[in-house]
């Protein structure tokens, strides 16, 4: 059984830092891009940001471009996400996605998010 | 960035009525489209990938199309534990965009 579980969220402070890790089980991670997604209270899904199996080529939605980093490590399963400056309108649920699998990667076809976790609040307030 | 506009954003109907989900792309988008379920308190999951590619273990009442822009997605016979709100996805470009969802009640 797939599975991907966030972890590292909670209640910060406006300008703060937090990073959020995701770690998977039961399947061949370096086969997968990996992808962060949130979703504000009450809101709709955003994209914000991918990386390639092998870590190499990241993307950030503009909206976390400059505050946000993307990161792996194949050898734990776990792909990660550092946040600073983080502001009140980055309040949302976290979740982790993979993509489709992708041996070798570069399968622009299979950019669907496949397994997803439960996800993880992130609060900012003062 | 690719705009996805998806229609109705609330849908009440009644058990076993065939349901229709639309979401159109503000340019081409080839056939990079996905259909997510998201139930009251879950996460998204994934029902449908390249238009109309059924993902494993999704029952076969749901279904995907396309006419150019405008994609589809159908329940065939809606069913109680189809409550949720539906999302499209379009990854043929970045930034990937979602249409703001759909809500389905019975």
């Known amino acids: 059984e797939v599975q991907l579980v966030e972890s590292g969220g909670g209640l910060v402070q406006p300008g703060r830092s937090l990073r959020l890790s995701c770690t998977t089980s039961?399947?061949?991670?370096?086969?997968?891009?990996m992808n962060w997604v949130r979703q504000a209270p009450g809101k709709g899904l955003e994209w914000i940001s991918n990386?390639?199996?092998?870590?190499?080529?990241?993307q950030y939605a503009d909206s976390v471009k400059g505050r946000f980093t993307i990161s792996r490590d194949n050898a734990k399963n776990s792909v990660f996400l550092q946040i600073s400056g983080l502001r009140v309108d980055d309040t949302a649920f976290y979740y982790c996605?993979?993509?489709?699998?992708?041996?070798?990667?570069?399968?622009?076809?299979?950019?669907?998010?496949?397994?997803w976790g439960q996800g993880i609040p992130v609060i900012v307030s003062s | 960035d690719i705009q996805m506009t998806q229609s109705p954003s609330t849908l009440s109907a009644s058990v076993g009525d065939r349901v229709t989900i639309t979401c159109r792309a503000s340019?081409?988008?080839?056939?990079?489209l996905a259909w997510y379920q998201q139930r009251p308190g879950n996460a998204p999951k994934l029902l449908i990938y390249?238009?109309?590619s059924l993902e494993s273990g999704v029952p076969s009442r749901f279904s995907g199309s396309e006419s150019g822009t405008e994609f589809t997605l159908t329940i065939s016979s809606l069913q109680p534990d189809d409550v949720a709100t539906y999302y499209c996805?379009?990854?043929?470009?970045?930034?990937?965009?979602f249409g703001q969802g759909t809500k389905v009640e019975i």
């Open positions: 340019q081409s988008i080839r056939s990079s």
């Open positions: 039961g399947l061949s991670f370096s086969n997968y891009e």
């Open positions: 990386i390639s199996t092998s870590g190499s080529r990241t």
């Open positions: 996805h379009q990854y043929n470009s970045y930034p990937w965009t």
């Open positions: 996605a993979t993509g489709g699998s992708c041996p070798g990667g570069g399968c622009p076809d299979a950019a669907y998010f496949q397994y």
């Open positions: 390249q238009v109309s």
